[in-house]
């Protein structure tokens, strides 16, 4: 039987955060320790009580939320780009299920506290600005060799950016705390831009979601048929496909920084892969470029669907190979 990871979901719901949060408690790979909230693509108080919705829609207040920082780690929450998300969230659709209550703990002592009762079997699933992660570290720097790994979503390495030029959104909202991160020496999984953006929402795949019959994919869909129209890529729950299906993404070792200044690089991240740019130092990041994107539309569908095969006429739906430089950091 295949080992279950055990993680902590950082989050900072948000349409597609809310799909990931479906997805890791629909999977029995993931053993969801707790989920933390920080302010990103709402302000916490959203965030938070976003994830709390989640939970109730599929009946899972057992799982606990906590409330983490709700401002980034350098100065005030500034929203400078139109949301797609809607003005609560999650596009301001009425979900079923009584919201339970946030845990009392803040998310930051929560994360420590998890890690030092199981060194080196928690792993941090991040899919928002990474405030609460380095917090935690600056906190409770015994915490870093401790971490079993981290997989996030954040950063553009070899692309452009979706919120500046140059910037990926969760990095350009707190580039301080990215780089900390960054700097941990933990063992880093980077799904960018890079390849979040060939992970697209096709009208066939709304159609899934909304025929399937479950109470999660219906909310899936009708999420995504008004998320979609405006940012057609479903960034977020890429983290959580990766613990469940690795082989379907390859990528490359990095060095990776996150850029603060100069202020129109804010958020930027600098990935080193030749040696002649390394100048000596060591990849800190395994960097994923590239995703068999079909059959990672095919794994989400069946699972947020109790399993039910989809023909879905997006692609062939022959067994993918793993790919050569497949992510072994799990």
């Not at 506290?113 to 699933?125: E, H, I, T, Y």
């Not at 954040?154 to 919120?163: E, H, K, T």
């Not at 479950?214 to 995504?224: D, F, K, Y």
């Not at 130092?281 to 960097?287: I, Q």
Request: glycine share 8%.
């Amino acid at each position: 039987m295949q080992a279950r990871h055990r993680i902590i979901l950082d989050c900072d719901p948000g349409v597609d955060d809310a799909i990931a949060i479906l997805l890791a408690l629909a999977c029995p790979e993931i053993d969801l320790l707790g989920i933390t909230c920080v302010t990103g693509n709402k302000d916490l108080s959203f965030t938070a009580n976003n994830a709390l919705r989640i939970c109730a829609l599929v009946a899972r207040q057992d799982v606990s939320v906590y409330a983490g920082c709700a401002r980034p780690l350098m100065g005030p929450y500034v929203r400078k780009w139109p949301s797609v998300h809607g003005t609560d969230g999650l596009c301001d659709l009425e979900l079923p299920g009584t919201p339970g209550h946030l845990a009392e703990e803040h998310a930051v002592d929560f994360i420590i506290r998890q890690v030092l009762a199981a060194p080196g079997q928690v792993s941090l699933c991040v899919i928002g600005p990474m405030t609460n992660i380095a917090l935690a570290i600056v906190k409770a720097p015994q915490i870093a060799p401790l971490i079993h790994s981290i997989v996030f979503m954040g950063g553009a390495a070899f692309c452009p950016g979706n919120s500046s030029p140059l910037a990926e959104f969760n990095f350009l909202v707190d580039p301080e705390a990215a780089e900390i991160v960054m700097s941990s020496c933990i063992p880093l999984v980077m799904l960018g831009l890079d390849v979040t953006q060939k992970v697209r929402i096709r009208e066939p795949h709304i159609n899934a979601f909304e025929q399937s019959g479950t109470v999660s994919a219906m909310a899936i869909g009708a999420m995504l048929r008004a998320y979609g129209s405006n940012d057609p890529c479903l960034h977020d729950p890429c983290a959580v496909l990766y613990y469940i299906a690795p082989e379907l993404f390859s990528g490359m070792e990095a060095h990776v920084q996150v850029l603060s200044n100069p202020p129109e690089a804010r958020g930027s991240t600098v990935a080193a892969v030749s040696e002649r740019h390394l100048g000596g130092r060591s990849p800190n990041c395994f960097v994923v470029t590239d995703c068999e994107a079909d059959d990672l539309m095919r794994v989400l569908v069946d699972r947020m669907s109790g399993e039910m095969n989809h023909a879905l006429e997006v692609g062939g739906r022959g067994t993918s190979k793993p790919k050569s430089g497949s992510p072994q950091r799990m």
